[in-house]
């Protein structure tokens, strides 16, 4: 067995296998469960690595391995190239950046051992997501990661909210997961194979149905939509916030939402495999997702200016941010049919990493901040500047990062895509992708002014502020340095991911839409300064208040609104077909579990001892009615054979 | 294919009860049916390669053990709140809720 065989089987084996070992240790001794977790996460961090050599020496092709699964139908396997050798790396890291952070944000809480028992699962299902080359594989991993989500969102599952959020992830979630399992289902019956490799030579031999693949690629869209936050399935995320900020920063912000990328980006690979299929999908399913990234990127910018919590500044943010990911998917194809030449396909997958450096910046600090204030309200904060200065400096970085201000990480990547939708979007998308970028800024200064400025609010000043412990600014100053580092690392990535870019480094300064990204940042500096420093205008008071806009932004486009009008309707039907069927049977009564303790009363059993009563001879007759309701269905359905 | 037939009649039956049930119990019985009808159907489905039979046992198994753990989780829910209706749980559980805020407000 080679190296890299080994390395890409037990990188999700190991995971998944200690994580039934978590609640063996953790009865004996939290300290032991507590060191397991880290070495685990340490160990799957290093076979992670050990996969980077070879796929970098490459030419680029990808390296299958599979076994027998299901005896001579289907086979498992493991399928290696640099966008799967990319995502385990960053899942990997970002593990065993987690896996620490929690020794310290979470001491003390109840129910630890289910927690890592859950952050492991997690791990080795989000491995085995983006390395899987069978598409049902994948399929009970991407199950598995919504599954590690919800259970990690009521975590603190005595909080009612808690409990909520997560159900209504869940549900969010589900929508897209039955569309990517009818994608799935439409390729094995059009190539009678779960395997992305043989989905690749189906494509190559050019026997394929094009109406029904463009289908297809719509289906997997949507499971991409509703896996990564995207208009218009983007609410989930700001509930997700109720989760532990740690659960938040690896799954929310750093690799669970990036799913949808995986997803989209791995089915550009697959579709690339066909040209005459990229130029049938060009006309709708491109533009469609560089619409929605737009609009998703927009409308998440816009939302992080109102909300007050600082979680939730953090998660319509990374909307945002993945909104500029599809973004850069959409247009990616636009002018070639070889990903290898396409600047938005590597500009989103760029941007993503530099997005889960930042965001998972943030939101570590944000769990420092909660951790020492005990709340998530920006408004009980301010003056943070003096009592944590280490955070303070290091929420800077975070700041300047996620404006994508150079010379730091997002604004190389952030230029890419930036460019890919210039040299490809419409004009309208332009200027939308434009104004997020800018609004980006200004919900920036907000949340840095909201929390570490100006005078300490009264809940603060009633309590002793302290800065976070070491073991939380440690890998918050990790994620710190790869902002600033990960940028000028692109000629890098380029190379390991195979990409010919025709831009360089310098040349994101001098490319055009670097002086009308930088004169568009002025003007939302200039308004965030004065409304958050010198009250000017009274903008404040306007945000405030009550008008058409602030009503959009505080009920978020009033999109939940919509969903819980849905579910308003469903539940009056379901009342009034209720009251349809009591008016129906009221004759028969209603007995099955409504009152098992009714039934073992005392006077119950003694009509029985009597004789058969009303209700028995009920009974009787609804088990004949129904015995005859069957014979009917069998006979109707089976034919007399069955009987 | 009959059994299609079958299984959207069972389908059907199954998010009927669904929509006009409050009963745990009853709610349980219907998404049992519904998920015998996807069996249903996938076993039927893949008889032709002679997977159908393996495919049986494996679902048979799974959800009596699955079953199994969601009775044992019914009666606790039921023991705890005195009822097995869903609005009047859901009802308590706020209730619930709602005296824990206020107790922590009054510490």
Request: aromatic share 12%; hydrophobic share 55%; glycine share 8%.
């Amino acid at each position: 067995m080679m190296l890299e065989e080994f390395s890409a089987w037990f990188v999700w084996i190991i995971p998944l296998i200690a994580s039934l070992f978590v609640p063996v240790i953790g009865k004996y001794s939290e300290k032991a469960r507590n060191y397991f977790v880290i070495a685990i996460a340490g160990i799957v961090g290093v076979l992670a690595l050990s996969l980077v050599p070879s796929v970098w020496s490459g030419e680029g092709e990808a390296i299958t391995y599979t076994i027998p699964w299901i005896s001579g139908f289907v086979e498992a396997g493991v399928y290696i190239d640099s966008l799967s050798v990319l995502f385990t790396c960053l899942v990997a890291f970002f593990a065993l950046i987690i896996a620490v952070y929690s020794q310290g944000y979470m001491k003390g809480e109840e129910g630890l051992t289910r927690y890592y028992y859950l952050l492991l699962l997690f791990i080795g299902s989000m491995i085995g997501l983006v390395i899987s080359d069978n598409m049902l594989q994948m399929f009970i991993f991407w199950e598995m990661v919504g599954l590690c989500s919800y259970a990690l969102i009521s975590f603190w599952y005595k909080k009612p909210e808690s409990i909520h959020s997560g159900v209504k992830v869940f549900i969010m979630t589900r929508i897209g997961d039955i569309m990517l399992l009818a994608a799935i289902a439409i390729l094995f019956y059009m190539f009678g194979t779960f395997s992305f490799h043989g989905v690749i030579e189906g494509l190559q031999s050019g026997v394929f149905n094009t109406e029904l693949m463009v289908i297809t690629a719509f289906l997997v869209l949507g499971g991409a939509v509703a896996k990564s936050a995207q208009f218009p399935l983007f609410t989930w995320l700001y509930s997700a916030m109720e989760a532990p900020t740690s659960v938040s920063a690896l799954l929310h912000a750093a690799t669970m939402v990036k799913a949808g990328i995986y997803l989209l980006s791995r089915f550009i690979l697959i579709f690339a495999a066909a040209p005459a299929l990229i130029v049938a999908l060009q006309p709708y399913w491109f533009p469609t997702i560089s619409w929605i990234g737009v609009i998703t990127a927009f409308i998440g910018a816009t939302l992080g200016l109102m909300t007050t919590d600082i979680k939730g500044v953090l998660a319509y943010s990374t909307v945002s941010q993945i909104g500029f990911m599809m973004a850069g998917l959409g247009t990616a194809m636009a002018h070639t049919t070889d990903v290898a030449m396409s600047t938005g396909w590597f500009a989103s997958l760029f941007h993503m990493v530099s997005h889960a450096f930042f965001e998972g910046l943030g939101f570590l600090l944000a769990g420092g901040i909660i951790h020492a204030l005990g709340t998530r309200d920006m408004r009980l904060m301010g003056g943070l500047k003096k009592a944590m200065p280490l955070t303070f400096a290091l929420m800077i970085i975070m700041i300047v990062t996620t404006s994508g201000l150079p010379p730091f990480a997002a604004f190389f990547s952030k230029g890419l895509i930036l460019t890919s939708v210039m040299d490809a979007g419409s004009l309208i998308q332009t200027i939308l992708i434009f104004a997020a970028t800018a609004i980006t800024f200004a919900y920036c200064i907000r949340m840095f002014s909201l929390v570490f400025m100006g005078k300490p609010s009264e809940h603060i000043s009633k309590i002793h502020v302290h800065e976070a412990p070491k073991i939380m600014l440690v890998p918050a100053a990790i994620l710190a340095a790869l902002c600033i580092v990960w940028g000028i690392a692109q000629p890098y990535i380029a190379s390991f991911m195979h990409i010919e870019l025709e831009h360089t480094l310098l040349g994101a300064f001098t490319s055009a839409e670097t002086p009308i990204f930088l004169l568009l940042l002025l003007p939302a500096f200039l308004l965030a300064y004065a409304s958050y420093y010198k009250n000017f205008m009274g903008i404040r008071k306007i945000a405030a208040g009550k008008n058409p806009l602030t009503a959009i932004l505080n009920h978020a486009y009033f999109i939940d609104d919509l969903y819980y009008g849905i579910a308003k309707g469903i539940n009056g039907f379901s009342a009034a077909l209720t009251r349809f069927e009591n008016a129906l049977f009221a004759h028969i009564p209603d007995k099955v579990g409504s009152d098992i303790s009714d039934a073992a009363a005392p006077g119950h059993v003694m009509t029985l001892k009597k004789g058969p009563s009303d209700s028995f001879r009920n009974y009787v007759a609804a088990a004949v009615l129904g015995f005859i309701l069957i014979m009917v269905l069998i006979v109707l359905t089976v034919g007399f054979g069955g009987i | 294919m009959d059994f299609v037939i079958l299984a959207l009649v069972m389908l059907a039956i199954g998010i009927y009860g669904l929509l006009t049930n409050r009963q745990l119990l009853k709610v349980f019985i219907s998404i049992e049916l519904i998920a015998t009808a996807a069996t249903l159907n996938f076993v039927m489905l893949a008889s032709p390669q002679g997977l159908g039979e393996a495919l049986l046992v494996l679902a048979f198994s799974v959800d009596t053990a699955v079953s199994a753990v969601i009775l044992a989780l019914l009666v606790l829910v039921s023991k705890r709140y005195g009822t097995g209706d869903l609005s009047k749980i859901i009802a308590k559980m706020q209730e619930n809720a709602e005296k824990e805020e206020s107790e922590v407000e009054a510490q």
